[in-house]
């Protein structure tokens, strides 16, 4: 599946309960920068982003 510029800016919007949620696990590598880059993200902070990436990027860190 592919995400829709539609659901990133949900994801986006969303970003930190979404975050903590097994589907952000599964987003693929293309996903991430439009995801990162979307003027709908919302974080408190830029740790929120930090610490997300990190969770994203070790779970599967053979492929990433």
């Known amino acids: ?3 829709t510029p539609s659901a990133i800016q949900i994801i986006a919007f969303n970003f930190v309960p979404v975050s903590l ?3 952000f696990l599964d987003l693929r ?3 991430m920068p439009a995801l ?3 003027d709908a993200l919302r974080v408190d902070s830029e740790e929120d982003v ?3 990436l990190d969770r994203w990027m070790s779970h599967d860190d053979a492929r990433r």
């Open 36 to 38: 990162l880059k979307s």
């Open 1 to 3: 599946y592919r995400l």
């Open 29 to 31: 590598e293309d996903e």
């Open 21 to 23: 949620s097994a589907y």
């Open 50 to 52: 930090f610490s997300a």
